[in-house]
């Protein structure tokens, strides 16, 4: 079983609308059907529907449906009817024109009679209810058309009229002119607020008006039931559009500016996200989160910290950080209005240039002009200005000046020197040239009775340097032969005195007598005699923290003066270290096994402690006052105590020991001998022995 639901009804060439007295699925609803005056009668009515099947789900296919007029609402007998054998229905839906099969004569519909359309699908059962058509102040048999249309009465013909049609006006300026009261835009509905709507039924519009106060925008709207805004379709099935030009040549070409109030959408529907960026593929423009680039933001600043940067170039190994390159326009331009801040500006805060330029400089500030040169002013500006005139002549690629004197960094003044060079702490003239012939200096004096080619006078410091060998050519050189001054200043090639100095590859000695350093003449028997009035006279020094004078004999070494660090030393390599007197008598010898012998104490003496120490009352030794090869020790109780003391390193019985008591108490120590050992007693005034008490001792081993 099949359902029905009418989407709409209208009558082909007619002004007004047919319709169902039931709500459509959509809910547009338009409760009656009425037939407005025509100014043609119609034959055929445009019919819509939707079919249903029993469970409510639309219906596909090719069906066979019957529709049938009736004056009644049930029964009877139809006024008139037709089959389309061939229905198409696509989701439920279908379009028919009744009257296609069998023509609808105008005098079916009678004014003021109320007629009902019948539906039968497939030969079943007629659906029920039947669709109420009413006809208002509408007689079809006594329609006639307007005498000043051109046409016939037959509504599929056309009609037409030679001049302007004016809707609302008087005098219309144009082929179809509206005229009304402009608005502002609203959804169309069942009423409209435009000067043109166009409908497809009551309730179903697009509307076009304008506004009638500023800023008096013209508007086209679509929509349904002052609620529902529809879509707008310009040139759906092709075609260029327009805005700001009639020669469009793409589907949307604006001439001017536009505004874009809300989001951009891409050919994938979407507005993007915040920070992506409008691209190009072959499918159309789309959001694209960007990808990062090598530059980092600051602010309104750019920058980029991570390596060089090159324009027109891959930067290379040089140390360019920035490099533009091009073949056929400028490489840097800069250009600025300020009369503060520089157009370029370059500064290095190193020791090199701010600036290298490897070819010609143009600059064009308006001074320029042929033979200037680049002058600066006070605050370092620079201008092109006319040089002074030189007083330097040009011969070919000389130049010269013999109209007085040349100073260089100073006013000769009235001095004989024709070229005078001063130099404040420089080099006052420097020469160099890479020939093998000519010398890089050349002085030459061409006096007929004597003079000076060249004189270097210094009162302090250097008068001359020269990095090379001198040629002097006066007649006096020769091989072998040393540059001397006279009494004057003057100096010559002079054959040289022979040295008494012999030379052995890198050494230099003298065999012939005696040297004197300091004196005229040397007769002392000393080989070498050193004088000076000074208190020093001899002094020896060496890079190294250890060095020594040495003494030889026959070429044995005897013994050294040595100084190690901040120690002067005195080391005897065969024998014994004596002290003398006048006389050679020997006052104090050091043997070389470390006994000391003295005219008094004889010989193999050794006076030198071996030992020495602190104890304190209980029998401690404080070592860090002692020597390591002692130790301690208390015996006894009070009044019987005894303090032993043990030396190593001495022979049984074979050494003394000084005890010197300390604290405050008043006893005297008696001191006995036990092999390596002594044994400190203390005894009081009284007679005490016994007694406790702290002591100092040195030990001899004479």
Known sequence: MKTLMIIALALVLSSGVLGQDRPRENQRVQQDVTLEKLSIVPDAIDFQGRLQDALGSPVNGTLSIAFKFFNVEAGGTPVWSETQSAVEVIDGLFQVRLGSMNPIHPDLFIDGETLWLAIQIDGEAEMSPRIHFASTGYAMKTFERDPTWIGNANPEDPISRLGNVGIGLSDPPAKLSVGGVGSNPAIPGSTSVGLLSLRNQAYEAIDIGKMEVSPYTGWIQAGYNQVEADPLSLNPLGGYVGIGTNTPTQLLDVSGTFRLRGHLFD???????????????????????????????????????????????????????????????????????????????????????????????????????????????????????????????????????????????????????????????????????????????????????????????????????????????????????????????????????????????????????NVGIGGANNTSIARLLVKTTGSEVLGLESSTASFWLAFYNSGVRKGILWVSGNTLNLRSDEGDVAIKTSGNNTRLTIEDDGDISTPITGADKNIVPVAFGYVNQLGQLNEAISTSNVSSSRTGSTGTYNYIVTISGVATSSFIALVTPGGTYNSYPRVTYTGNTFVVNFMSHAGNEGQANNFSFVVFAP
């Open 267 to 513: 050919y994938n529907n979407t507005s993007g996200t915040s920070g992506q960026v409008l691209t190009r593929d072959a499918s159309g423009v789309l959001w694209q989160t960007p990808v990062t680039g090598p530059w980092l933001i600051s602010g309104s600043d750019i920058f980029f910290s991570a390596g060089k940067v090159g324009i027109g170039t891959i930067p290379g190994g040089d140390q360019r950080q920035f490099q533009v390159h091009t073949e056929n326009y400028q490489a840097i331009a800069g250009i600025n209005n300020s009369d503060v801040y520089a157009t370029l500006y370059a500064q290095n805060d190193g020791t090199g240039p701010a600036a290298d330029f490897r070819d010609r400089i143009r600059i064009l500030d308006g001074t320029q002009g042929a033979g200037k040169i680049l002058t600066s002013d006070a605050n370092g500006f620079s201008s092109w200005q006319t040089p002074a005139s030189s007083p330097w002549q040009v011969n070919g690629d000389n130049i010269f000046y013999n109209s007085g004197k040349v100073g260089i960094g100073g006013d000769p003044g009235t001095s004989f020197r024709q070229l005078q060079v001063f130099g404040v702490s420089n080099i006052g003239i420097y020469t160099s040239n890479t020939s093998s012939t000519y010398a890089t200096l050349f002085a030459e004096n061409l006096s007929s009775t004597g003079g000076t080619a060249a004189r270097f006078q210094a009162p302090n410091g250097t008068a001359a340097t020269f990095v090379g060998p001198i040629h002097i050519a006066d007649g006096t050189q020769g091989t072998g032969k040393v540059l001397t001054s006279d009494v004057n200043g003057y100096a010559s090639w002079q054959t040289p005195t022979p040295s008494p100095w012999l030379s052995n590859g890198s050494n230099i000695y003298f065999d012939a007598g």
